[in-house]
C-alpha cells in the first residue's frame, strides 16, 4: 500500500484507468475482479487526496480597484455552482 501512496497523480491515474477498462470489458474472473476494484478504490481515494492537497494550494489573483489581490481559491462557491 505505500507503493501506491508513493505515485504520483498520474501514475495512479493512468492505473485507475486500466483497472476500470479491464473491469468494463468483462473477461476478469470474479476474484481477480474484486481485488481489481479495491485496488481501484484505493487509487481513486488516492487521486482525490492529492486533488485536494493541490486545490488548498491554489490561489486566484483577483483585479479590483486598488490593483491585483491574492484571495483563497473559491472551493465552496464552485461546488454550489456560484
Same mark, same amino acid.
Given at each position: 500500500? +505505500? #507503493? @501506491? =501512496?508513493? !505515485?504520483?497523480?498520474? =501514475?495512479? $491515474?493512468?492505473? *485507475?484507468? /486500466?483497472?476500470?477498462?479491464? *473491469? ?5 474472473? &470474479?476474484?481477480?475482479?474484486i481485488? *481489481? ?5 484505493? $487509487? +481513486?481515494? *488516492?487521486?482525490?487526496? @492529492? &486533488? #485536494? !492537497?493541490?486545490?488548498? @494550494?491554489?490561489?486566484? $489573483?483577483?483585479? /479590483?480597484?486598488?490593483? /491585483?489581490?491574492? #484571495? ?6 464552485l461546488? #454550489?455552482?456560484?
Amino acid at each position: 500500500m +505505500s #507503493k @501506491k =501512496q508513493e !505515485q504520483s497523480f498520474e =501514475q495512479a $491515474l493512468e492505473r *485507475l484507468e /486500466t483497472i476500470v477498462a479491464q *473491469l468494463e470489458n468483462g473477461d476478469v474472473p &470474479l476474484e481477480q475482479a474484486i481485488e *481489481l476494484y479495491q485496488e481501484g478504490m484505493q $487509487l +481513486s481515494n *488516492l487521486c482525490n487526496g @492529492k &486533488l #485536494k !492537497q493541490v486545490e488548498a @494550494k491554489i490561489e486566484m $489573483l483577483i483585479e /479590483t480597484d486598488n490593483g /491585483t489581490e491574492i #484571495k483563497p481559491f473559491p472551493t465552496a462557491q464552485l461546488e #454550489k455552482g456560484e
